[in-house]
């Protein structure tokens, strides 16, 4: 079954699946690291601060995505091999690459840890590496 997202939908199941797993220390698990250009993170987060927004971590790493920018997996452990960079275009077209049943989980919203790292996973490598 595949599922069909917009790009609202696809940008929202990624966040909460950044807040579910990357927050939690769940893809560190694997070896991996998420990085970003300082730069960006620093600009991100000024705009949403200037539209008035509360701001965690994951809002302003989805605002480096809209703003242009991109997010980088590293394999830390495994003897580096290609990192995984994603940009905001990613995110609307392989989300809904991820096996149904974890997608109708954020959508009901029973997703745990294990539904997000199945989605992060998908977007950054295009398939369940690890785990």
Same mark, same amino acid.
């Given at each position: ?5 917009? %790009? ?21 698990? +694997?070896?991996?690291? /998420? ?5 960006? +993170? ?28 991109? /997010?980088? +997996? %590293? ?36 997703? =745990?840890?294990?539904?997000? =790292? ?5 977007? %950054? ?7």
């Amino acid at each position: 079954m595949k599922i069909v997202l917009t %790009f609202q939908e696809s940008e929202e199941i990624f966040h909460t699946a950044l807040c579910n797993a990357e927050s939690t220390g769940h893809m560190a698990g +694997y070896g991996l690291q /998420l990085r970003w250009h300082e730069k960006s +993170y620093k600009e991100a987060r000024e705009r949403l601060k200037e539209r008035g927004e509360d701001v965690c971590q994951e809002d302003i790493l989805l605002e480096i995505l809209r703003g242009g920018g991109h /997010l980088t +997996y %590293f394999d830390i452990e495994g003897g580096g091999g290609e990192p995984w960079p994603i940009n905001l275009q990613d995110v609307h077209e392989k989300v809904s690459n991820a096996p149904a049943r974890n997608i109708l989980n954020f959508i009901k919203q029973q997703d =745990d840890a294990e539904d997000a =790292d199945v989605i992060l996973q998908t977007v %950054f490598m295009g398939e369940v590496v690890f785990g």
